[in-house]
């Protein structure tokens, strides 16, 4: 059975920083895409940053970019976000996903089979 599990998720003031963790187990995704997305109450879940691992590619939402930082360490098989200079307007549930081949969209969330459970990252004014 294919899990991802997240950490790292928690409360912290405006223009401080966090950062996520995602290890899968169950399988390796050798050179398919995986991602972050994150979901607000109320609001539709949306794409984060996401990490091409044949092509080493990196992308970005607008909202995040220059601030969130999406990397991999190879030899855990786990990807990380780094979020700096966190604003209120980042609070939601974080998502890691996973695709299972390596021919998705690395910004659509259905080109993506596996997710974990979610952690809550808010963001206090």
Known sequence: QVQLVESGGGLVQAGGSLRLSCAPSGRTFGRNAMGW??????????FVAAINW??????????????FTISRDNA????????????????????????????????????YDYWGQGTQVTVSS
């Open 37 to 46: 997305f994150r979901q607000a109450p109320g609001k539709e879940r949306e």
């Open 54 to 67: 044949a092509s080493i590619s990196l992308y970005y939402a607008d909202s995040v970019k220059g601030r």
């Open 76 to 111: 855990k098989n786990t990807i990380y976000l780094q979020m700096n200079s966190l604003k209120p307007e980042d609070t939601a549930v974080y998502y890691c996903a996973a695709q299972g081949s390596p021919y998705g969209s690395e910004e659509r969330a259905p080109d």
